[in-house]
């Protein structure tokens, strides 16, 4: 009997395993803490399913089962299916956008019978299979334009239809892909252009836009003056000079001021947090869920007050404590203490997946590997910063702790298929 048992774990990545296992049931700890009440029939609740950490040992065990799945397939299936997987997660996308129905003001949510799935999840994972399919591509030459433009378009699709179904965090989180691109070949100076476009942003928002546009006048007239000599021998420097004053310009003048007063790009209430957290309004209901959520944390101490004695969560002062604010519960309960270790089990988990990815000989796998690191760190920086209040709250799971049937199962998906990758790390796919 231990013959067939050794052969169907022969090749695990056993710390990514435990690890991952570790996350899940702190998940059902700080769940159950966030929602349990003196006088609760745990028995009964389990079998009831009227919890929401009831519900997540169901969908832990659906998890498992498709871990096995996953498991069981030949790493050849995933490269073959890579293209038609995204088809199929843009087309979940497409009928979201025709029939979706909608939750705590997002309309990305499909519901089939009993059973509600939100596809900006899956297709995350739909998005990095395509990518690294493209990118382990014999006829991808990444150093060429082309080849660039297509991988960003592959991201930014999918990326827009999440905008357009009202649902900034996740849509945000596709952004990751870009630092699996720098990975692969990806110029610096791109990352220091997305550096320069958020500078942009702040200053649109905390400085009047005339003024900018005073500024970047200015700034444009020194640098041709100073380069007068260099333009007279290269007109070309001079167009590039006026084109990126065009574009600043543009950006502080159009870009933002549609982005935060259309309604189309962020909703009424993300531009207050944001307004808020930048120092330029004061709104106590915009800035209620972060002031609990800091209150919670910060109440905890050092050492926490003890699993199930928070009282900010337990007497629900904590808005969305078994989703979005889940780290409240860590913070309160076990306090700094508590909160650095658990951080720390993600940090080891991250420097674990980026391991296996260098060790990987298909550029399929190690691409799919990065991904999967990206879009955890992501999710987790995002949400903490989130709780903290060092970002707007915009709604975004801790991964593998917050309660959610389709985000467990997505994260799920994308740690077996990067261990069965790996598993067969000596095969080149493509």
């Known amino acids: 009997m231990n013959r067939p048992q050794a052969k169907l774990t022969a090749g695990i990545d056993w710390p990514i395993f435990g690890m991952y296992l570790a996350l899940v049931f702190i998940g059902f700890m700080a769940i159950f803490a966030a929602e349990y009440r003196d006088g609760d029939n745990v028995i009964q609740n389990l079998l009831s ?3 929401n950490w009831a519900r997540q040992v169901l969908w832990f065990g659906v998890s498992m089962v498709l871990a096995l799945g996953i498991w069981l397939t030949d790493s050849k299936f995933f490269t073959a299916t890579a293209n038609l997987l995204y088809a199929f997660g843009i087309l979940l996308l497409l009928v979201v956008l025709a029939i979706g129905t909608g939750v705590k003001g997002s309309n990305s949510w499909l519901e089939l019978g009993g059973f509600r799935f939100q596809p900006a999840e899956f297709t995350k994972l739909c998005t990095n299979l395509a990518l690294a399919k493209y990118l382990s591509s014999m006829e991808t030459d990444f150093t060429k334009m082309r080849s660039r433009l297509i991988a960003a378009a592959m991201v930014l699709f999918p990326f827009g239809l999440i905008i357009l179904q009202d649902e900034t965090g996740l849509a945000l989180v596709y952004f990751c892909f870009f630092l699996v691109m720098f990975r692969e070949g990806l110029p610096g100076i791109l990352l220091v252009i997305a550096f320069s476009a958020i500078i942009l942003v702040l200053s649109a928002l905390l400085v009047d836009k005339f003024i900018l546009l005073y500024i970047f006048t200015g700034v444009a007239a020194l640098v041709i003056y100073f380069m007068r000599r260099e333009i007279r021998r290269k007109r070309s420097r001079l167009a590039m000079i006026i084109g990126v004053w065009a574009f600043c310009a543009a950006f ?3 870009i933002v001021p549609f982005a935060f007063t259309s309604g189309k790009v962020l909703k009424d209430y993300q531009v ?5 957290m930048l120092g330029k309004e004061n709104d106590p209901k915009a800035t209620y869920n972060t002031r609990q959520s800091m209150i919670a944390i910060g109440s905890g101490g050092f050492w926490g007050k003890g699993y199930l004695k928070g009282t900010q969560t337990r007497l629900d002062f904590v808005p969305e404590q078994s989703t979005d604010f889940i780290f409240c519960t860590v913070g309160e309960d076990f306090g700094f203490f508590g909160s650095i270790l658990f951080l720390g089990l993600y940090v080891a ?4 997946i980026i391991f296996i990815a260098e ?5 399929f796998s190690r691409v799919y590997a990065y991904g999967v690191a990206s879009i955890i760190f992501f999710h987790l920086a995002i949400n903490i910063s989130m709780t903290i209040g060092l970002a707007p709250v915009i709604g975004i799971p801790l991964p593998l ?3 959610g049937g389709s985000s467990l199962m997505t994260f799920t998906m ?7 990758l790996d598993a067969d790390r000596q095969m080149v796919l493509r």
């Open 49 to 51: 399913q009227n919890k």
């Open 252 to 254: 502080v003048m159009v």
């Open 272 to 276: 207050r947090r944001i307004e808020v």
């Open 349 to 352: 988990l991250l420097f674990r």
């Open 359 to 363: 060790r990987q000989r298909s550029t």
């Open 401 to 403: 702790v917050s309660y």
């Open 414 to 420: 994308l740690i077996f298929i990067m261990l069965r």
